[in-house]
């Protein structure tokens, strides 16, 4: 069974940063696409970046290019998304995905596993 376990969220003040990790297990990870995604209260849950199975491929939302990178180490089963520059905007629950396309993928339908999420609050 896939699990993805999200962990690395807090409270962080306006221009602040965080790095949120999610561990996987029960797949070879190293073949799958990742992705993070973000749902803030009130709002559908929404693409942040995701990465292909090597790295070599990344895709970011617009809205957090530049201040956001996403990254894995495969030998540790990782995935992390180094926040920096934080907003208020950001706040919302993080979560992370892993899909079997081979290329870095903003559609939610094409992520088979998604983790349990965890709360990024960003105060003014």
């Known amino acids: 069974q896939v699990q993805l376990v999200e962990s690395g969220g807090g409270l962080v003040q306006t221009g602040g940063s965080l790095r949120l990790s999610c561990a996987a297990s029960?797949?070879?990870?190293?073949?799958?696409?990742m992705g993070w995604f973000r749902q803030a209260p009130g709002k559908e849950r929404e693409f942040v970046a995701a990465?292909?199975?090597?790295?070599?491929?990344?895709d970011y939302a617009h809205s957090v290019k530049g201040r956001f990178t996403i990254s894995r180490d495969n030998a540790k089963n990782t995935v992390y998304l180094q926040m920096n520059s934080l907003k208020p905007e950001d706040t919302a629950v993080y979560y992370c995905?892993?899909?079997?396309?081979?290329?870095?993928?903003?559609?939610?339908?094409?992520?088979?596993?998604w983790g349990q999420g965890t709360q990024v609050t960003v105060s003014s």
């Open positions: 995905a892993s899909g079997s396309y081979s290329l870095p993928s903003n559609r939610q339908n094409e992520y088979d596993y």
């Open positions: 029960g797949r070879t990870f190293s073949r799958y696409v």
């Open positions: 990465i292909s199975w090597s790295g070599r491929s990344i």
